[in-house]
């Protein structure tokens, strides 16, 4: 029996709350099938920052290497924001992106149907709402050459972020983005800004020539400023989206929230060896502690993980259905809690998904 190996790194604020649910729903499926799995925790963030001195230590670097996965929780809050960029928590998420040649995040934004009015916009708009964004994540404005700064002898200062991509960076995640639009609607939305910016006509050229390879699928480029607007006035419009970095930051929060909160919404970084899977809130430092903060993302991460990194996807359903039945139910965590649903705690919601998980092998 093959066992794997799972590196854990809950991370900062309610990343350290949130991912032992999303281990313990792990192991319920360990169980029930006699898949092995094997957690090793390790350092990562502001946490590894208090403790060595640095976000990404080289050891925690080494056992995410070894791992068949990373179940990542969040990093960051108010106790390192003074520190200069370079050490920052986040900078640990980034190495680990960069070193692991993580370079398609896949960040789905599906409304459920009972959180429809968790929404802010319109039930009857955001009703329907499915939407797989594929963000480029290991090059554009957060790795360009020249980045840096420099002062001016008059006080003044001038800084720079180069938004730069190669044909090569751009073909490799078209293609993953055409493969998941394959098994989606077929349907694939670029998002640039090719009117303006170089670097964008280069983006479009070569996801026009990768799409030649998919005939299936419909493919469309969107004006990043349009897709913005598109988003939140007709959400249903998107099935598969592709961008680079920085838009898809960006664009990516923005489909989240169409969903109601954002700690319904796991993600996946995929495209090396080592898949890195992570709910897409941060650490909200001010709900932190607390245990109120909803496991949910983070448990959905745990069936992309199975689904994306093991080869698992039956079992990823089972987690899928079962989020949606305790959802059902009437069970809440805060950030969704609304008038005639129970409202429980962080761990109390991880027990009950889990239960519905072993129920579904019974
Ligand atoms: C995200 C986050 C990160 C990013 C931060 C924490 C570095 O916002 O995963 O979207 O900007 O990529
Ligand atoms: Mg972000």
Known sequence: MTTHKIALLGGDGIGQEVTPEA???????????????????????????????????????????????????????PKWDALPQEQKPERG???????????????PAKCFPMLL?????????????????????????YFGEPRGR??????GARAVNTMAYTSREVERVARAAFDVAMKRKKRLASVDKANVLVVSQLWREVVTRVGK????????????????????HKPTHFDTIVTENTFGDI??????????????????????????????HGTAPDIAGQGVANPIAAILSAAMLLR?????????????????????????????????????????MGDLISAEVEKSYS
């Open 150 to 155: 420099e002062e001016f002898a008059d006080g």
């Open 251 to 280: 664009l990516s929060d923005e489909a989240a929230i169409l969903a109601g909160s954002m700690g319904m919404l796991p993600s996946a970084s995929i495209g090396g060896r080592v898949g890195l899977y992570e709910p897409v």
């Open 93 to 107: 998420l980034l190495g680990l992106r960069k070193e692991l040649d993580l370079f398609a995040n896949l960040r």
């Open 23 to 77: 281990r313990k729903v792990l192991e319920v499926v360990g169980r029930a099938t006699g898949a092995s799995f094997e957690f090793e925790a390790a350092l990562i963030g502001g946490a590894a920052i208090d403790a060595t001195g640095e976000p990404l230590p080289a050891s925690t670097l080494r056992l995410c290497e070894q791992s068949d996965a990373i179940l990542f929780g969040a990093v960051g809050g």
């Open 308 to 348: 994306y990194s093991l080869s698992l996807g039956a079992d990823a359903d089972r987690i899928d259905s079962a989020v949606i039945r305790v959802l059902e139910q009437g069970h809440r965590t805060r950030d969704v809690h609304a008038a005639g649903t129970t409202l429980v705690g962080t761990k109390e």
């Open 213 to 232: 390879d998919y005939p299936q699928v419909a493919l469309e480029h969107v004006l990043v400023d349009n897709c913005a607007m598109a988003l939140v």
């Open 117 to 141: 009015d968790a929404s802010p916009l319109k039930r009857e708009v955001v009703e329907g709402t499915d939407i797989m964004v594929i963000r480029e994540l290991t090059g554009g404005l």
